[in-house]
């Protein structure tokens, strides 16, 4: 992803021999899709707040905190910010030996130069704990280089892996409806919205947007907010030391609620996550 761009504000958090890990923060002004950009080296891309929607010739993806994106080298694109309020991602640019060890062989394109077939896969809450743990432990200098390197290349394994992903086969008229879906959802992390209330934003009914939904992300569109809403909750933990405000802040019922929910996504609860990720 360009580093010139005047929107974006790009900080290298790591940078060795076979790992480079970027957070990526755009303010996201560009409504209408941009000039065509490309990356100099193939990228995996994970989102962790905001969305943006990436435009691959007539094909196009909405980026949030569910998905990992592959941006691979030398292929234009165009992106698009349908939601206000910007996004930021973390970047990782794996040594390409060390990708092609890690990545399935049914996702790589034939050809000498590594690329992906896909724009983007579906990853599971396990990796986005990853992607948080690797943000904050470079952020606040906690995370020494080998860790680092072992946790994004564990991230990279997981985020790919067959039972662990979820690549979409449906059509194109399901994908750009879910896509649409996404984009209601990111607007308003918060809001308990109901199928009616989504439904009436996006054209269609409750019961087919269901369907629809769940055929092409695989899972239901309830889970798929809550995943949206606990990713949040992992960028967000260590800024907070009220949890309860937290968990109303981001739409929970209740505490109670907030941390069972992270718990059976996570592992661990909200505290135990966040005494992990800050500096002892």
Wanted: net charge positive; charged share 20%.
């Amino acid at each position: 992803m360009p580093d010139n761009a005047p929107d974006f504000a790009v900080r290298t958090l790591l940078d060795t021999a076979s790992v480079t890990v970027r957070d990526v923060c755009c303010a996201g002004h560009c409504r209408h899709q941009s000039a065509e950009e490309c990356a100099s080296a193939t990228e995996l891309v994970f989102p962790y707040r905001g969305a943006f929607a990436r435009h691959l010739g007539r094909d196009q993806t909405v980026a949030e905190a569910n998905q990992v994106l592959f941006f691979n080298a030398m292929e234009g694109y165009r992106v698009s910010h349908p939601v206000t309020g910007g996004d930021a991602s973390l970047s990782l640019n794996i040594h390409e030996p060390l990708l092609r060890e890690l990545a399935p062989k049914a996702l790589i394109q034939d050809g000498a130069r590594l690329a992906f077939r896909r724009q983007r896969l579906r990853i599971d809450p396990r990796s986005q704990a990853l992607v948080a743990l690797l943000r904050h432990g470079l952020l606040l200098g906690t995370a020494q280089p080998l860790e680092a390197e072992s946790i994004a290349l564990t991230l990279v394994q997981r985020a790919l892996g067959p039972r662990t992903s979820h690549a979409s086969d449906a059509g194109i008229a399901p994908q750009r409806l879910a896509d649409r879906v996404k984009l209601v959802l990111a607007s308003d992390l918060s809001r308990r919205w109901t199928l009616a209330e989504i439904a009436a934003e996006v054209g269609g009914s409750p019961v087919y947007l269901t369907q629809v939904f769940r055929r092409v992300e695989g899972i239901p569109l309830y889970r798929y907010q809550l995943r949206l809403r606990l990713a949040r909750a992992l960028t967000l933990l260590p800024q907070y030391d009220d949890l309860t405000a937290l968990s109303l802040d981001l739409g929970f019922s209740s505490h109670s609620h907030f941390s069972a929910a992270f718990r059976e996504a996570y592992g661990r609860s909200p505290s135990e996550f966040r005494d992990a990720a800050l500096p002892h």
